[in-house]
């Protein structure tokens, strides 16, 4: 029987493989490495928002390679996706732990999201990625998963439907949100 995860003791990312990728827990000496893939307003078309400086992704990716929020309440799981025939970084997939509410018993969720790098998209490395992410999250004891997914934007659509998780009727910041 898997124990869950209590917010003192939430599960650290793991170097994961998947048959075309590598997904690395970050670290803070990814962010010279990302930003060069991540510096395109392209990636903000659904989301909002500009791409982060250079400092501002150091800074992120400082406090996110931590493993948890600050109070505890949360586990942050990123994973920055390396193909294995470049060894270049192709995008990254995050997992927000956090324990589901209104449940009789005590239950993980994980809010799942995904970037790829413009020129990298449509390869299906989001999807690979976060297949790979979803299943071992769920043998970490993870009982149900969570994407907000654009209501337009039908490449993360599939990934989410890929994971296996379906659209429900809320919406969150104007994304649907997606659960499985």
Do not use: C, K
Not at 16 to 39: M, N, Q, Y
Not at 112 to 126: I, K
Request: net charge negative.
């Amino acid at each position: 029987m898997t124990t869950l995860p209590t917010p003192a003791t939430w599960p650290p990312a793991a170097t994961l493989r998947s048959s075309r990728l590598v997904l690395e827990p970050l670290r803070p000496e990814h962010a010279t490495e990302a930003f060069v893939i991540f510096d395109d307003a392209r990636l903000h078309a659904y989301t909002g928002g500009r791409p982060a400086t250079a400092e501002e992704l150091d800074d992120r990716f400082t406090r996110q390679s931590v493993g948890r929020s600050p109070d505890g309440s949360q586990g942050w799981l990123n994973w920055m996706l390396r193909r294995h025939d470049t060894h270049r970084l192709v995008g990254t997939v995050q997992a927000t732990l956090s324990h589901a509410e209104h449940t009789e018993h005590a239950e993980v969720r994980a809010e799942l999201a995904w970037v790829v790098a413009t020129h990298e998209q449509g390869h299906g490395y989001a999807r690979e990625a976060a297949i790979t992410v979803a299943d071992w999250l769920r043998g970490q004891g993870v009982s149900s998963l969570l994407a907000d997914v654009h209501p337009g934007h039908h490449a993360s659509a599939g990934v989410a439907r890929a994971v296996g998780l379906q659209p429900t009727p809320t919406v969150v910041d104007g994304e649907v949100r997606w659960a499985g």
